[in-house]
């Protein structure tokens, strides 16, 4: 808690990014705009926040889809219609979606669907 009210590090993002956790794209839809994080290299606690919540779900996904990490990706950018045909990273946007993106992996995890 406290690492990310101080500030994570840019190099955070860049990590999940070398990882195919999140594209660039992603990046700059969910975390912050590319100008904005071209200009620092700190992160706000807001961005930080986005930044946890995104390889929070990206990891629970892979734990879920073991062994099978190129599926995980694909599983998280695929329309689900629990999600009114948005993609799980879509729904990553706000706490709410992560929330509900977790609740259908969990689904997933114990064979109710995929």
Do not use: C
């Given at each position: 808690?406290?690492?990310?009210?101080?500030?994570?590090?840019?190099?955070?993002?860049?990590?999940?990014?070398?990882?195919?956790?999140?594209?660039?794209?992603?990046t700059?839809?969910l975390i912050?705009?590319?100008?904005?994080?071209?200009?620092?290299?700190?992160?706000?606690?807001?961005?930080?926040?986005k930044?946890?919540?995104?390889?929070?779900?990206?990891?629970?996904?892979?734990?879920?889809?073991?062994?099978?990490?190129?599926?995980?990706?694909?599983?998280?950018?695929?329309?689900?219609?629990?999600?009114?045909?948005?993609?799980?990273?879509?729904?990553?946007?706000?706490e709410?979606?992560?929330l509900?993106?977790?609740?259908?992996?969990?689904?997933?995890?114990?064979?109710?669907?995929?």
């Amino acid at each position: 808690m406290d690492r990310l009210e101080q500030g994570l590090l840019l190099a955070t993002v860049n990590a999940l990014r070398a990882q195919d956790m999140i594209t660039d794209e992603e990046t700059y839809t969910l975390i912050a705009p590319r100008r904005t994080l071209m200009r620092r290299q700190t992160l706000t606690a807001e961005e930080g926040d986005k930044v946890v919540r995104v390889a929070r779900i990206a990891v629970r996904a892979q734990q879920v889809f073991s062994g099978r990490p190129q599926y995980a990706a694909e599983w998280l950018r695929s329309p689900k219609s629990r999600l009114g045909e948005r993609t799980p990273m879509q729904a990553l946007s706000t706490e709410v979606g992560a929330l509900v993106v977790e609740e259908l992996l969990i689904a997933v995890q114990h064979g109710l669907f995929g």
